[in-house]
Each structure stands twice: as structure tokens, then as C-alpha cells.
């Protein structure tokens, strides 16, 4: 899975699950912040990834990014995400304890985290 697409991940498992907006995203691998934005209402979501200047959402359990055109398979349950990016076919989980998320991305067989900023 490419480094963008798990970034879209996280904010998104992180909207779903907490219900709260993201604002921003800090990747410890790639120790770096992010400009991306998300809220779920419901099983809908709307996104951007700033840095891009991409737009990615739509209805569980499909997402697009606008971008790459890439598209993500994603369950929510029992406050973790799962599922697989189409265009790479890499399945990912996603577990999520207060403002962090913990992506696995099984393609590369490794964990990824990210620190989210949140709207109250």
C-alpha cells in the first residue's frame, strides 16, 4: 500500500471509530505531519488530503481518493477498521486507542502509526 493511501486510511478508521473530525495527521515512519481532514457521519465520509490536494470518502464499506483513483474496502468492528486497497490489493487493520492509529499493513508485513488531531 502506498505511504498516502495508508495516511487516508488512518484518518479514516480514526473518523469512523471515535466519531470525532480529523485535522491533521502525524506519521512517526515517516516522521513527518500531514494535512488531512476527515469526518464520518454515520457510514459516510468526506476527506482531503491537503498535502495533495486530493479528495477521498464515500459510503461504507467503499472509499475513493481522487487522486490515484484508488479504491479502499473498508469494515468497521469492534472499534478497529479492516480491509484492502483495490488498486494494490494490500489488506490492511487498523486499531485505534485514543489519538492513535495503529495501521498493519500486510503487504509490507509491518505496523505503521499515526497521531491524530482532532476538531472537538
Not at 484518518?11 to 464520518?40: N, P, W
Not at 481518493?65 to 468497521?76: D, H
Amino acid at each position: 500500500m502506498q505511504p498516502e493511501i495508508r495516511a487516508i486510511v488512518a484518518a479514516s478508521s480514526h473518523a469512523f471509530v471515535t466519531g470525532k473530525k480529523v485535522a491533521g495527521l502525524y506519521d512517526q515512519s515517516a516522521d513527518r505531519h500531514l494535512r488531512i481532514a476527515a469526518e464520518a457521519r454515520g457510514e459516510h465520509l468526506q476527506g482531503l488530503d491537503g498535502d495533495r490536494n486530493v479528495k477521498f470518502g464515500g459510503t461504507l464499506p467503499e472509499l475513493r481518493e481522487t487522486g490515484t483513483g484508488a479504491a479502499i474496502y473498508m469494515e468497521v468492528t469492534d472499534g478497529e477498521t479492516k480491509g484492502f486497497d483495490r488498486s494494490s490489493a494490500g489488506h490492511f487493520t487498523c486499531r485505534i486507542e485514543d489519538q492513535v492509529v495503529q495501521l498493519y499493513d500486510h503487504a509490507e508485513s509491518a505496523w505503521f502509526t499515526f497521531v491524530v488531531q482532532t476538531v472537538e
